[in-house]
């Protein structure tokens, strides 16, 4: 039996590494098979992607930033995504197995996201300033003796080693863990849950460690000059936020259409709704933590990081983070009520996913605008684009297979799970 | 006003006796199961005065009892709101106007190096006010409870369930309310008398 879940063939591989479980799925998590749920954020993502295309052609330079920020957009969901699933295994959490085939239709993402960063690597030269060769020719006017100093980390050879090293890292772990859990489903293994652990508990440490230094590499290095050990905390704490809000916001869309209802209740919301405002506190907690300690230690290097991002309008920029970030999410989310609504939690989730765009993108674009704030169309082209393709293998995922670990042995707790 | 005071001691779980210094009856329950099971019949009979009493927290008491939501959050959400504005208070007057101190060109008083100070205390202050919502909400510490006076009560605290209906209910009768709780399973009802001589 446990051989009957064939591996895919290697060109669909990106999309799924196994072959359709769903017949084997018991009829209220069968997953109702409808092209629709992939192939409209699919066609919506192609079409905006073909549109960036053409301002790739007119601003090459704007693209590529409008490009990073999606990309590092969708990229935060999925490794937020792989976060949840390793934290709740390394916890044997049981109110969220219910939940827990959505984050794990997620982290199948990164083959995906590994070829989408071609185009980066073709921009690396307007992306990072660090690639240009002048600055470390000492006879050079541009030459830059602190820039210098950092080229044993920042060079073109080492920045796409790492990047391998990362996308390997996290394939390694997001195919073990998918894959186990979805033969589960079909051999009914019962010692799926201790091997999953194990994958965990070295898979976090892992998964830590090259999640801080990808957001070292991919946003920090935009400005190369500025530092601050805390980014990698401050990008996870995005990260997980948003995975959240992904996870409710697919489990609503599932419920919109019958699916996985009576299965995923009022309670689970609740509990993700307690994460979501959780983790809006300790993103701001995490930001209000970098900007004091540079505020109060009113070093140059360091301090022109937020003078570029308070000067020029980003000031308004800054302003709004602090605001729809923070302030308002947690006076919305702060009631019982709020996170036992559907209606409430729906608009939170997209709240959420638009307000992590904002983020990125007021972290990576005053790197190319530092005198003018506000927004090009490429932004919203790009990021659409990519979280549309980036949704429609997810959801082409989740169609695949049953949308609830049937057989995990603790479902019957998840599924009879209430707040007290 | 005075039944404003026993209408809000009642929903502390503290009832007042009545003339003839019956306090309620007490009823014991074979299991946590059947003690729900009383707790919804209760309620749904129209008695509003009643309170359970176990060794443990039992899962959906709150909803049987038709309790609602807790309230604490409320007191908690006060609590912090007034750590909020102390720490603000505190942080601008010692800060700009009590002893202002020249440090590195710093303001005197920023919100930037003052928020840990008022971050700390808004926690510290959400942390007393849910406790301190806590005791009040449930009529603590209450040294004094006419239950006690039953001998059988002390084994709330090891392996017996019991149902106390208050004589202060408007439906509250020796007789009747005592045959409802045998109907509904009781093993065992006791009217409690509050004599006021727990001193002995």
Same mark, same amino acid.
């Given at each position: ?47 905006? #992607? +073909? *549109?960036?295309?053409?301002? =790739?052609?007119?601003? !090459?330079?704007?693209? @590529?930033?409008?490009? &990073? ?93 790492? #990047? +391998? *090293?990362?996308?390997?890292? =996290?394939?390694?772990? !997001?195919?073990?863990? @998918?894959?186990?859990? &979805? ?238 | ?200």
């Amino acid at each position: 039996m446990s051989n009957s879940v064939k591996t895919n063939s290697l060109s669909l591989w990106i999309l799924d590494p196994l072959r359709p479980t769903a017949q084997y799925a018991r009829e209220a998590f069968r997953p109702d098979g409808k092209v629709m749920a992939w192939f409209i954020p699919a066609g919506i993502g192609v079409a905006l #992607l +073909v *549109v960036s295309g053409v301002g =790739w052609a007119t601003n !090459a330079k704007q693209f @590529y930033f409008s490009y &990073l920020v999606g990309w590092a957009f969708c990229l935060s969901l999925a490794l937020g995504s792989l976060f949840f699933v390793l934290i709740h295994h390394l916890t044997k959490a049981k109110w969220s197995i219910v939940v827990r085939r959505i984050p794990e239709a997620l982290i199948w993402s990164f083959p995906l996201l590994a070829i989408l960063t071609i185009p980066i690597l073709f921009g690396m030269h307007d992306l990072f300033h660090w690639t240009h060769h002048e600055i470390y020719d000492p006879a050079s006017p541009q030459y830059d003796p602190i820039l210098a100093g950092k080229q044993g980390y920042l060079n073109t050879t080492f920045f796409i080693i790492r #990047l +391998v *090293v990362y996308f390997t890292a =996290w394939t390694f772990i !997001a195919h073990r863990l @998918y894959t186990v859990s &979805l033969r589960q489903d079909v051999d009914d293994d019962v010692s799926a849950g201790a091997r999953m652990r194990k994958v965990s508990a070295v898979g976090l440490v892992l998964t830590a460690v090259t999640t801080a230094f990808a957001s070292y590499d991919i946003l920090m290095s935009l400005d190369p000059h500025w530092f601050s050990t805390i980014f990698g905390v401050y990008f996870f704490a995005a990260s997980f936020l948003t995975a959240h809000a992904l996870i409710a916001l697919i489990v609503i869309t599932i419920q919109r259409n019958r699916g996985l209802r009576g299965v995923i209740t009022k309670e689970h919301f609740h509990d993700l709704g307690k994460m979501m405002f959780g983790f809006t506190v300790f993103w701001a907690y995490i930001a209000f933590s970098q900007y004091m300690l540079i505020w109060y230690g009113n070093l140059p290097e360091e301090t022109l990081w937020y003078r570029h991002r308070l000067e020029h309008g980003w000031e308004y920029h800054s302003a709004a983070l602090l605001v729809a970030h923070f302030i308002i999410p947690f006076w919305v989310l702060l009631p019982r009520a709020a996170k036992r609504s559907i209606p409430v939690m729906s608009f939170m989730a997209v709240w959420f996913l638009i307000m992590n765009w904002f983020d990125f993108h007021w972290i990576a674009m005053p790197v190319l605008h530092g005198d003018h704030a506000g927004f090009h169309w490429l932004d919203f082209t790009c990021w659409l684009g990519l979280f549309g393709v980036f949704l429609a293998f997810v959801m082409y995922r989740l169609g695949r297979h049953s949308l609830v670990p049937q057989n995990d042995p603790h479902l019957g707790k998840s599924l009879n799970f209430t707040n007290i | 006003m005075k039944a404003i005071i026993t209408g809000i001691k009642a929903t502390m779980g503290i009832y007042e006796s009545n003339e003839d210094q019956v306090y309620g009856l007490l009823a014991e329950f074979p299991d946590p199961g059947a003690l729900v099971n009383a707790a919804r019949a209760t309620r749904d009979t129209g008695y509003r005065h009643f309170d359970t009493h176990s060794p443990f927290p039992v899962h959906g008491m709150d909803g049987a009892m038709g309790l609602g939501n807790s309230k604490v959050g409320f007191a908690c959400l006060g609590g912090g709101l007034t750590g909020l504005a102390v720490g603000i208070l505190l942080q601008w007057w010692t800060g700009a106007i009590d002893y202002p101190l020249n440090i590195s060109g710093k303001p005197f008083f920023a919100y930037e190096p003052s928020i840990p100070v008022i971050f700390e205390l808004t926690i510290l202050f959400s942390a007393l006010g849910a406790v301190a919502g806590m005791f009040a909400l449930n009529g603590l510490p209450r040294p004094y409870n006419p239950l006690f006076y039953s001998e059988r009560f002390s084994r709330v605290t090891d392996d017996a369930f019991f149902l106390h209906i208050a004589a202060s209910d408007k439906l509250f009768d020796l007789e009747k309310t005592g045959q409802f709780l045998r109907d509904i399973g009781a093993l065992y009802v006791e009217p409690i008398e509050d004599r006021g001589d727990a001193e002995e």
